[in-house]
């Protein structure tokens, strides 16, 4: 066993305390008591190739955990197939990635090319940025807390969960309007991504064809563009969620329950992307999602990883220092809400590094925008 497979292996088994300085973090990567899973996770941890001659005990736990079942043994032979290549990119995602827990997820059965088609969903265009878009000014960045999180502040709704359908794009503008909503009226409101599922076909100024297209991607930008122009969204309790987009618009102009005054997009510069943060709420991102599939949890900070943004994300906060044994040394991190439910990663959100070694690593900070909301009273 070489250094470094100790060392995540050490990472596994550590007291949680050790592992992260933030309890947050630590919380479902490492202290769960859950023997299933620490099976699971042990599995990209081991040296050598002797993971794969456990694959069929490791395919039943995860078939049981997350209640897959297949409609064939056509189709159950296939999906261990698919598994046990998963298992090797854990693996191997676990050698990039070494702050991280890389392992078995929910999405283990899935090939990597059906996880991009059915739980991404963020468009690739030329940034012509609509209309309406503004470029956020310039903040001052000398007093910028070391640490902050929207959670503490009651700003943030639940996890929620996109099923199989890629509309990432949708829940990372709902998000970031509730988040407007509650700084603009002191009230937390679940805001319904299926209006934007259904009724958002707005399009991109310059280029033919690329809209927002329900749960084959769509990008925040216009999906603010098409809230501004509609009048607002109503509640996720009013226009619920269904995952599914082949349904009309059932938008009905008197239940909005929040309105977006203006949008705009934040500049390439981590400090600014910081100080829109704490100034506007939480703010929609795009990133690279090449490491999520086989995320468990700690700080993704992967040695390779392009700034090919495929998926919608929201930015609640950050931190200063999460402990990531393998390096020896501190490392401050972004803390994403994202939407694929609560049972996956760190009760749902994900963890990435920043700071200038990070690079925008993943190309964080390289699609964000922010919103603000009208102030209504009823
Ligand atoms: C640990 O197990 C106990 C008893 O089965 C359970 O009540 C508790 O919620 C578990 N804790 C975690 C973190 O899973
Ligand atoms: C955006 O809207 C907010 C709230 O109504 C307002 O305070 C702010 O000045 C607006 N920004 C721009 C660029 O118009």
Not at 221 to 233: C, R
Request: with cysteine.
């Amino acid at each position: 066993m070489d250094r470094l497979s100790l060392f995540s292996l050490s990472l596994l088994l550590l007291i949680p305390s050790l592992c992260f300085a933030d309890e947050k973090l630590s919380s479902s990567a490492v202290d769960s008591n859950d023997s299933d899973d620490l099976l699971i996770r042990q599995v990209v941890s081991d040296g050598g190739d002797d993971h794969l001659l456990n694959a069929d005990h490791h395919f039943s736990l995860f078939k049981r955990k997350y209640a897959k079942s297949y409609a064939t043994q056509e189709e159950h032979d296939h999906r261990f197939s698919v598994f046990k290549a998963n298992l090797r990119r854990s693996k191997a995602h676990q050698l990039l990635d070494p702050s991280a827990v890389h392992g078995v997820t929910k999405f283990s059965d899935l090939t990597p090319a059906e996880f991009r088609r059915n739980y991404l969903g963020l468009k690739q265009r030329r940034l012509k940025l609509p209309a309406d878009a503004h470029k956020a000014p310039i903040l001052p960045t000398n007093d910028l807390p070391a640490d902050f999180d929207w959670r503490d502040h009651g700003a943030v709704t639940g996890v929620k969960d996109q099923g199989s359908c890629g509309s990432c794009w949708s829940f990372s503008a709902a998000g970031a309007l509730e988040g407007a909503h509650f700084l603009s009226t002191g009230e937390l409101v679940s805001l319904s991504e299926q209006q934007l599922v259904d009724c958002d076909h707005e399009c991109d100024p310059e280029e033919y064809g690329a809209c927002d297209s329900g749960c084959s991607g769509g990008l925040m930008t216009t999906a603010f563009e098409y809230t501004l122009k509609a009048g607002g969204l109503e509640k996720e309790e009013d226009y619920p969620y269904t995952g599914r987009d082949r349904g009309p618009c059932k938008f009905d102009k008197s239940k909005i329950a929040a309105s977006v005054s203006n949008f705009s997009v934040i500049s390439v510069d981590e400090d600014q992307v910081a100080a829109n943060l704490i100034k506007n709420g939480p703010l929609a991102v795009g990133i690279n999602a090449a490491y999520m599939q086989t995320y468990i949890g700690g700080v993704s900070c992967p040695y390779i990883c392009s700034k090919h943004l495929d998926h919608g994300v929201l930015l609640v906060g950050y931190g200063s220092a999460a402990f990531a044994p393998i390096r020896l040394k501190k490392k401050p991190y972004w803390i994403v809400k994202n939407s694929w439910g609560a049972n996956w990663g760190e009760n749902g959100y994900y963890y990435i590094c920043r700071g200038p070694k990070s690079h925008n690593v993943c190309g964080v900070d390289s699609m964000v925008s922010t919103v603000a909301a009208i102030h209504t009273t009823k």
